[in-house]
């Protein structure tokens, strides 16, 4: 190789750098010399790999362009297109994360050292669109089940094989990875709702958690079949699992109707009052919303199917039981979204008459004046 001059402008510390670590190092010199030790190695374990990575595009940086000096023709050893990134640009790359980690690592010992530690380890309030998305997930389960699958014999070279139609190979039908996948995204319901009950306090939300994990006991029981004798299969783990499906089944039509499509707007539709100043999709159409609450109790019954590994023998069957759970949910949207904007409306509602008798106030005091 010819002699080598690395560009100093590239390795000299910025002003922000600096500025960052001195705001960081003060931060941790005001702390109590007992918790300064523990706070640090917290603080290491969050951004530890984050500082490794900036250092590596650093490096991979610098090993692009010692090549590039040497003429080592990288690109062609590494068979990747000539419209790569340069070295200057991936020390672009590693100039922003140079700024951004040492920053946001300097905020939260900032944060910490001053007591604000919601803030220097932020949990955004659960939305709307966050449970609308993990409810829609929850209808895909079986989806995420078969990926794993179809992701485990890619991985164990049984692709255009017939070693995974052994029941108890790796990727067979009794892997206990079925389960665990089935049961996540319940799981991560079940977190939000929690979470939302620690924001909010709202005893709902307890209830609401509690509808999720009805699920995780029908889908390890169903999972069990494959695991314990054959009697005590039938003695035990068959009753417990019939007792939970029921439950679950029950517990989540009763949730859907109630609060998730609010029961109170049925009855006021069913009843054929005078129409509410707040709109409903069908309103007036009664069949729709019999059809609704019926096809909901079936399938959310049938989805219990789905969720029990001993009963998915025929594939044919568990697809159909699939796209049927899909087109329940599809017509749950519909209620679901609708629900939510009537509370959006009654609260914009409520509002409007609220600053109207506010000004009806104001305007007869300035008169009484």
């Given at each position: ?34 918790l ?19 250092m ?29 990134l ?66 485990c ?27 665990l ?16 009950y ?33 009697e ?5 783990y ?12 029950l ?11 609010d ?92 600053q ?14």
């Open positions: 190789m010819k002699s080598i001059t690395v560009p100093v402008q590239n390795v000299m510390p910025s002003p922000l750098f600096m500025w960052s670590f001195k705001i960081g190092w003060d931060s941790v010199m005001r702390m109590d010399v007992n300064r030790n523990l706070f640090v190695y917290e603080a290491f374990l969050y951004y530890n790999p984050l500082l490794l990575v900036t590596m595009v650093w490096l991979w940086g610098v090993n692009l362009w010692v090549f590039l000096q040497s003429n080592v023709g990288y690109a062609k050893i590494f068979d990747i297109d000539q419209n790569h340069t070295h200057r640009e991936i020390w672009k790359c590693s100039t922003w994360m140079t700024i951004v980690v040492p920053t946001s690592m300097t905020a939260y010992l900032y944060l910490y050292s001053h007591g604000e530690v919601s803030m220097a380890a932020s949990q955004p309030a659960i939305t709307f669109p966050d449970f609308f998305i993990a409810d829609i997930l929850t209808s895909m389960a079986k989806v995420f089940s078969d990926l794993e699958r179809s992701v014999r890619m991985v164990n070279r049984q692709v255009a094989t017939i070693a995974w139609l052994e029941a108890d190979s790796v990727c067979g039908s009794h892997s206990s990875a079925i389960p996948v089935l049961v996540l995204p319940y799981i991560w319901r079940l977190l939000q709702c929690l979470r939302q620690k924001d909010t306090r709202e005893k709902t939300s307890l209830f609401n958690a509690l509808k999720y994990s009805t699920a995780v006991p029908v889908i390890f029981l169903s999972a069990l079949k494959y695991h314990v004798f054959p005590k299969w039938t003695s035990l068959r009753p417990l699992w019939l007792l939970a499906s029921v439950v679950n089944c517990y989540s039509f009763y949730w859907d109707i109630t609060r998730d499509w029961l109170s707007g049925f009855s006021r539709i069913f009843k054929f009052n005078k129409p509410s100043p707040i709109s409903n999709l069908f309103y007036g159409r009664k069949w729709i919303y019999f059809w609704v609450i019926g096809s909901n109790f079936i399938l959310r019954c049938a989805w219990t199917y789905k969720l029990s590994a001993h009963l998915r023998h025929n594939y044919l069957t568990v697809f159909t039981v699939t796209a049927l759970e899909m087109l329940r949910r599809f017509q749950w949207i519909f209620f679901r979204v609708e629900n939510e904007w009537n509370k959006i409306t009654r609260s914009s509602v409520q509002l409007t008459e609220i109207r008798e506010e000004e009806k106030l104001l305007s007869s005091n300035i008169h009484d004046v």
